[in-house]
């Protein structure tokens, strides 16, 4: 499911550049993904339009974020840090934050992988037609060991 993500995220630059869907599971079907990963990948951005719906506008940017021990076992150690990094940043307001949390938790992986993770933030950056930073997209997309240190 995480590379048709990546493939949407990297050929539409936002979700209403998409064709409709009938359209779309011909195109990623085309492009080799298998139907079961398409539809996975479908049901999961229907649900990520939904959630932003949901979350818009609902929290200050004072909100503090407690974790249930059930997100904590969804999310786990790496990915509450990286969420708590990227709000500690000012790239990730309460309301995304939220939508990030809501989608990983929709993926049922235990933990979910930090990997994963960083699709679904982007993900969630994409499908409000905005763009990261450059330093967020370093810390998005490179690996920790790949990085130069100047």
């Known amino acids: 499911m995480f590379e048709v993500l990546v493939y949407l995220y ?3 630059w936002r979700p209403d550049a998409c064709p409709d869907h009938a359209q779309l599971t011909r195109k990623l079907s085309a492009v080799g993904f298998e139907s079961d990963e398409i539809e996975e990948a479908l049901t999961w951005l229907d649900g990520l339009a939904s959630t932003a719906e949901a979350y818009s506008g609902q929290q200050s940017a004072q909100a503090m974020r407690l974790y249930t021990p059930a997100e904590q ?3 786990g150690e790496e990915s509450i840090g990286f969420v ?3 709000e500690s940043a000012g790239v990730l307001p309460p309301p995304m934050r939220e939508m990030v949390i809501d989608r990983a938790t929709a993926i049922g992986a235990t933990p979910i992988e930090l990997d994963d993770l960083k699709v679904i933030v982007l993900m969630v950056f994409w499908s409000l ?5 450059a330093l967020i997209l370093d810390e998005l997309f490179v690996a920790p060991e790949e990085r130069v240190v100047h």
């Open 129 to 133: 037609g905005e763009e990261p930073d």
């Open 73 to 75: 076992d969804l999310l």
């Open 84 to 86: 708590s990094f990227l």
């Open 10 to 12: 990297e050929n539409y």
